[in-house]
Every structure is written in C-alpha cells, then in structure tokens.
C-alpha cells in the first residue's frame, strides 16, 4: 500500500488520513469524502450548497467552483480558472488564471501557475507548479487505460482508469513540464521546464 503520509507530512493530521485509501481511492472517491467533510467545518466559511468557501479567501470575478469544493483560509483563485469534480484547496493555496483543476487535493501553500491542468490529484504542501503543466489523469493513447505505476521496482495496478499524480511536499514542477498519468512524486522533486515524469510499466519494455 502507498502511504500518502511518506509524501505529505500533514497527511495524518487531515481528514482524507482516517478512512485509510490509497490516493488513487481518494481521488476517485474525492467528491463524498469532500462532501462529507463539509459538515465537519468550522466558524468562518460561507456555505453556498456543497461549496465551502472560507471568508478570508479571495475568489475573483470570473472563476468557476463546482462543488463539491472547500477553499480554505487565505487561499487565492484567480479569474477564468475552472475548479470541478471535487476540490480541496487548503491553507494559503493559490491557483492562476486559466487554471483548470479536477478532483485535486491541495495542501498548505502550493501553487498552480497560469495555464496549467491538474487531473485526479493530490498535491502536497509547499508544492509548486508552474506556467502551463499538465498532471494528465489518463491514458488517451492506449487501448487499455487502466493506470499502473512502477514504483520501487514493483508495478502496482491502481484498477482505476483516471489519476493523475500524488506530488509529495514542496516539489517543483517546471512551467511546460508534464507528469504523465499515474504517478509518484516525492517531497522536493525537481522537474525541469518542458520536463516529462511517465512511470507507466511499458516504458521498461
């Protein structure tokens, strides 16, 4: 089993920790677990539907949030970005104009640039994306899509057909870079602009 708490240290201390999945569970499942989590909320957030947005966050004129969604203190999301499919946006998170996130988790601090998409992931602290990448969540190009990741020398068969990246605590990930579906990126990774991360078992063949 991945543990996501090897990759975001603040993993145990949330509430996505007590139900015990696999990232590739969690995204998937992401819509009831935020949903659920709603309930849980404290003082200081405006309740619109299953939409929580937190007062001292700054939505700008222009910006789509479909619930489920929970945009937490500070957090910033600039105009023309497109928020769907189950969005958490922790402490101080920023997300850029045009921006398109689905099911994405984020924690404390991390960034995602202009320009950039973000499909079924999570995304550590710290984390910070730049102009233009891509965390792809699927395998357009091949007939079975089914995402499977190696990691450590072993394949690991997630069974679901969309995720995207579990990103660990403040990696870097270059403006134009893409990270392939299906992938493990640990705390403090490096990838250069116009870089590419693919941990797909064919490229071994």
């Known amino acids: 089993m991945i543990d996501p708490?090897?990759?975001?240290?603040?993993?145990?201390?949330?509430?996505?920790?007590?139900?015990?999945?696999?990232?590739?569970?969690?995204?998937?499942?992401?819509?009831?677990?935020?949903?659920?989590m709603i309930c849980d909320l404290g003082a200081g957030?405006?309740?619109?539907?299953?939409?929580?947005?937190?007062?001292?966050?700054?939505?700008?004129?222009?910006?789509?949030?479909?619930?489920?969604?929970?945009?937490?203190?500070?957090?910033?999301?600039?105009?023309?970005?497109?928020?769907?499919?189950?969005?958490?946006?922790?402490?101080?998170?920023?997300?850029?104009?045009?921006c398109e996130l689905k099911t994405t988790i984020m924690f404390c601090a991390s960034k995602v640039a202009h320009l950039s998409f973000v499909g079924d992931s999570i995304i550590g602290a710290g984390v910070n994306i730049e102009a233009g990448a891509i965390v792809a969540n699927y395998r357009n190009e091949m007939d079975d899509k089914r995402i499977r990741i190696v990691w450590q020398g072993s394949v690991i068969d997630t069974g679901v057909d969309k995720f995207g990246a579990l990103i660990g605590d403040n990696a870097r990930i270059g403006a134009n870079a893409v990270i392939a579906p299906g992938a493990l990126i640990k705390p403090g990774f490096r990838l250069t602009r116009l870089g590419k991360v693919d941990?797909?078992?064919?490229l071994l063949a």
């Open 5 to 36: 708490s090897a990759f975001v240290a603040s993993w145990h201390s949330s509430s996505f920790a007590r139900h015990g999945l696999e990232p590739w569970q969690i995204t998937t499942q992401a819509s009831e677990l935020i949903r659920s």
């Open 45 to 98: 957030y405006a309740f619109e539907g299953d939409k929580a947005i937190h007062e001292s966050s700054t939505i700008e004129p222009g910006a789509i949030i479909k619930g489920p969604a929970i945009i937490g203190p500070g957090s910033f999301v600039a105009a023309s970005a497109y928020l769907r499919g189950g969005i958490f946006l922790g402490e101080e998170c920023i997300v850029g104009p045009a």
């Open 199 to 202: 941990q797909h078992p064919n």
